[in-house]
């Protein structure tokens, strides 16, 4: 079973800096476009930023665009969000995802949410002074 898991969220101050990480078990995250994604309590969760199996191919959602980047580390078998300039509207809970099976040959997606199949249980960042 793939497992995905989160880590690196915290508590952290406004213009400040994280780096979340995205690890896989049992598995190697090569050959899938990751997503990552956050939702807030009573909001939908909402795409964040997505990495094309190559990494050759990146998107981010208006509202981080400039401020965060994604990555990947093929040897560490690992994708990175790295976000800087926090904002307080940036907490919530992140999650990272892998495309479903059924995706995985075909072009690059962008990582929409119906195309992801697989998801971590979440690290929360919270933006406060």
């Known amino acids: 079973q793939l497992q995905l898991v989160e880590s690196g969220g915290g508590l952290v101050q406004p213009g400040g800096s994280l780096r979340l990480s995205c690890t896989a078990s049992g598995f190697t995250l090569d050959s899938y476009a990751i997503g990552w994604f956050r939702q807030v309590p009573g909001k939908e969760r909402e795409g964040v930023s997505c990495?094309?199996?190559?990494?050759?191919?990146?998107n981010y959602a208006d509202s981080v665009k400039g401020r965060f980047t994604i990555s990947r580390d093929k040897d560490k078998n690992t994708v990175y969000l790295q976000m800087n300039s926090l904002k307080p509207e940036d907490t919530a809970v992140y999650y990272c995802?892998?495309?479903?099976?059924?995706?995985?040959?075909?072009?690059?997606?962008?990582?929409?949410?119906?195309?992801?199949?697989?998801w971590g249980k979440g690290t929360l960042v919270t933006v406060s002074s």
């Open positions: 995802a892998a495309e479903a099976e059924r995706y995985r040959s075909s072009y690059y997606l962008g990582c929409p949410y119906y195309a992801m199949g697989y």
């Open positions: 990495i094309s199996s190559s990494g050759g191919n990146t």
